[in-house]
């Protein structure tokens, strides 16, 4: 099924963790609920490492659950395009990926395929 929307309190909390975090990258990875069209939550995997230029997760502490479709991950320097490190995590890990920039509002988040093209999102409640 296609990731239509993210739920309004999921982009509040990946906004105030990114703020929280900042000036480090924050990261985390998206789920899907009763809706499976639409993201509702962040699952943060033991032995996170947030850094000023990266973030980086041990693959291998993901719960096998067929909910998570994808990642999401901050960008301190404020631009919402993907790295190359950013598109080799997108094809490896989920469908969906978002990246917010500095300073982490609504008008600073895209969204991304697997493939690294822009996907647009719908914010609902």
Known sequence: MKIR????????TIKQASKELHPNEFLAMLSV???KDVISEIVLLPQ????KRHATFN???APYD???VGTVHSHPSGNALPSEGDLFTFQKHGR???I???PYEDDTWKAYDYNGNEISLEIVE
């Open 48 to 51: 996170m490492v947030y850094g």
């Open 5 to 12: 929307a993210i739920e309004r309190g999921c982009l509040e």
């Open 59 to 61: 693959i291998y502490m």
């Open 33 to 35: 609920g009763k809706r």
């Open 100 to 102: 917010i920039a500095y």
């Open 66 to 68: 067929r909910s998570i």
């Open 96 to 98: 969906i990926h978002i």
